[in-house]
């Protein structure tokens, strides 16, 4: 199960990466009059809906997962989603990741060892 859990996991990250991606060409406008083309932007854009589908298949892996393991043990597994992410967004996107961010990172990981091995 745990293999499934960081799974579910990656593939939410990589939606989460994919709307990234795409929300970068996207201008939008929520106001009543501009809802609509908004919103078809939004449809039209294929990174984003890809990253929506990952993030349904995400949501069906992990109601499997927390159908046989306890929510305590799986939830902190959520966290490997900020190592990913972390990496992209230096490697990838080139934003600039600060000494506290990345301690924190750090931290989070061997949280999830923690939480693993018990």
Same mark, same amino acid.
């Given at each position: 199960m745990l293999g499934l859990t960081i799974i579910s996991v990656l593939l939410g990250t990589m939606g989460q990466l994919l709307v990234k991606v795409g929300a970068k060409h996207l201008e939008l406008d929520f106001s009543s009059a501009h809802l609509l083309r908004s919103l078809l932007a939004i449809a039209k854009n294929l990174p984003v809906m890809s990253g929506m589908a990952l993030y349904g298949l995400s949501f069906i892996l992990w109601v499997k997962v927390l159908s046989k393991v306890e929510l305590s043990y #799986? =939830?902190?597994f959520i966290s490997? %989603? =900020?190592i990913v992410i972390l990496c992209f967004? =230096? &490697?990838v996107f080139k934003e600039s990741i600060s000494v506290f961010r990345a301690i924190g990172t750090l931290l989070i990981? $061997? %949280?999830v060892v &923690? $939480? #693993?091995g018990s």
């Open positions: #799986a =939830y902190p490997l %989603g =900020y967004s =230096y &490697f990981m $061997v %949280g &923690f $939480v #693993a």
